[in-house]
C-alpha cells in the first residue's frame, strides 16, 4: 500500500480544514486507516482511527468532538475533517495502514504503511 496525504496548510484558530489520503493497492478495502501528528520536538501521536468497514472510529480525547475520520473504499481514499483547530494541533499529519488490523487501532506500531505527511499550521 502506498499512501499520498494532502490538504494541510495555514488556517487561522477556530478554522477548517480537510485532510485527504490517497492509497493505491488492493489491500486498503481490507486495512484500518489511521492519522497521527507530530508536532516539533515531540513524539508522533495518534489522532484518529477507522477500521476497514468504516463502523469503528476512535479519536485522541483532544480532538474528540472537534475532528471526523472518514474513508471512501470506491475512491481508496481516507479523510480527517478538522474543525474549531487551536494552535496546539499544528504538526506535521500523517496517515497510516494497516491491514487486517481489528485491534490496537491507537497503537502507530501496528501500522504497516506510512504517507508522507502533511503540514498543518494553526495561527493564534
Known amino acids: 500500500v502506498q499512501l499520498q496525504a494532502s490538504g494541510g496548510g495555514l488556517v487561522q484558530a477556530g478554522g477548517s480544514l480537510r485532510l485527504s489520503c490517497a492509497a493505491s493497492?488492493?489491500?486498503?478495502?481490507?486495512?484500518?486507516m489511521g492519522w497521527f501528528r507530530q508536532a516539533p520536538g515531540k513524539e508522533r501521536e495518534f489522532v484518529a482511527a477507522?477500521?476497514?468497514?468504516?463502523?469503528?472510529?476512535y479519536y485522541a480525547n483532544s480532538v474528540k468532538g472537534r475532528f471526523t475520520i472518514s474513508r471512501d473504499n470506491a475512491k481508496n481514499t481516507v479523510y480527517l475533517r478538522l474543525n474549531s483547530l487551536k494552535p496546539e494541533d499544528t504538526a506535521v499529519y500523517y496517515c497510516?495502514?494497516?491491514?487486517?488490523?481489528?485491534?490496537?487501532?491507537?497503537?502507530?506500531?501496528?501500522?504497516?504503511?506510512w504517507g508522507q505527511g502533511t503540514q498543518v499550521t494553526v495561527s493564534s
Open positions: 497510516a495502514a494497516s491491514p487486517g488490523l481489528s485491534a490496537y487501532y491507537t497503537d502507530l506500531k501496528k501500522y504497516d504503511y
Open positions: 493497492g488492493r489491500t486498503f478495502s481490507s486495512s484500518a
Open positions: 477507522i477500521t476497514w468497514s468504516g463502523t469503528g472510529r
